[in-house]
DNA sequence: GTCGTTTTGTTCTCCCGTTCACAAACTCCT
DNA sequence: AGGAGTTTGTGAACGGGAGAACAAAACGAC
């Protein structure tokens, strides 16, 4: 967050700024961002600020951002298709090395510049271009049995768009995104405002 | 989360589960479970476990997804058009009324069924079919106007999609989903795993 | 009907993230 | 050079969520 915040900065022609303007431009609370920043080090100077550009790098080079990650995504469904043309993830040093499905019919398409693939070559591609970083975009129910598959093949980490909870061995990485619970989330308390004071708790 | 993970069982044809089994099904602590489930009432019988089907309606009440939710979709890019045939919305009670986009070039399209309309249409659309929830899925440039139009619009709840953080009026709720940065998270977990033991911090 | 077993609902404790508040440090002005 | 004014970095206080542990309640066996 305060990566992009301060390439957004940076974009603005804004060379120096403070920890409450950074932290304004995250949405966060000012004294929680230096505190996160101080856990990097002390890149900031008393009475000034931080140094855009400076700072920009430090974070970038402390989350792995310089270097270039290759990744894998699997299920060319309409996420698939969104996931792979999605432009952050390029500019934020992500490359899509390759698309895989399961389904035949869909290993003629051209998604993104690059060909579908069946899902058998995924070993030899992930050892290949030493791809650490799956993505996962198929239905819930191949879910488990795709990230079993990328676990086998050597994939560390995985990002799970399916609706399911995948249990992997320890030392992999799986973090999930559930696009519809965050509109659960929001339908919740759109119910509590409109709502039923009869209803109401104390939240 | 309880809800997905009661209708996985559901559809197993389990009719009854204890907290633990609906735990491990969701991945989190049995007592957690338990203490969630609490706060929306004594819905389980001790010595037995949960009624599947029960529960499942009575969080469904709970959190609203029992009523319809039209939704309105701004930005039909790569991602639009994936959430707009996104099947995860509709099995949960989200109805997309409209898909709107500024660029008149896309206004030919037919995406899931609906044609994409100008985002001029915001106001009667909302008004007509009482959407009270709308989803941002443009480029960050445009998202905060966006987001001021469906507020004025009388739009009081948001999913944003776009990577800006949104200021809006007391009373709107705002949801962040930022695709690149959980790739982030991934990689930086990544690099510390192959990593430089020598930089290496207690986490 | 009573006892043992199972499982919920709840209390207590612990731990971690967030915020407040202030000292240290730097700049600028005189 | 010195003092006033900023702004960082961090120690201390606060709050809340998560897990352990236990009492209350339901069921079944005898």
Known sequence: MYLRALTGLADDGTTTCSSEEL???????SAKL?????YLGSYGTRGVGYDVEYLRYQIAREIGVTQDWPVVI????????????????????FRVVALLDADPDRHDEVVAGLDVRSFEDL???????AVSIGVIATPAVAAQSVADRMVAAGITSILNFAPTVLTVPEGVDV???????ELQILAY??????????TEVTA
């Open 34 to 38: 230096r505190k996160d920043l101080s």
């Open 23 to 29: 932290a304004a431009s995250a949405g966060v609370n």
């Open 123 to 129: 070993e030899s591609i992930v050892s290949e271009d």
């Open 189 to 198: 308390h759109e119910q509590r405002k409109s709502g039923l004071p009869a």
């Open 175 to 181: 973090r999930k995104v559930d696009l519809s619970i």
């Open 74 to 93: 699997v299920g060319i469904g309409n996420l698939g298709h969104a996931l792979a043309n999605y432009s952050g993830f390029r500019s934020r040093g």
